[in-house]
């Protein structure tokens, strides 16, 4: 709908508050992509289509939010990401 309507849909807390950070699937994830969970969970969004905005509190936490994303999370990676649910 959103698309359809020119609407751009905001990920507010695209690392759940800190929370995706200690997902054993994320971490695995990252892993796959060399990358670490934070820019996992930032990638994840934008190529949802979101402007993603990450919270952090550390001035090291906002350098790496800020990392460039130099990969592309596979058609498959993202159905899983889509199916993960908070526990």
Known sequence: YCMKENII???YSPIAHGRALNSSFIQ???AKYHT???LLCI????QLGCVSL???SKLEHMKANIAPIDFVISKQD????KCQKEK
């Open 28 to 30: 695995q994830m990252s």
């Open 9 to 11: 849909v905001e990920a």
């Open 36 to 38: 670490n969970p934070a």
């Open 54 to 56: 990450p919270k952090a």
């Open 78 to 81: 993202m159905e899983l990401l």
């Open 43 to 46: 990638a994840y969004t934008l």
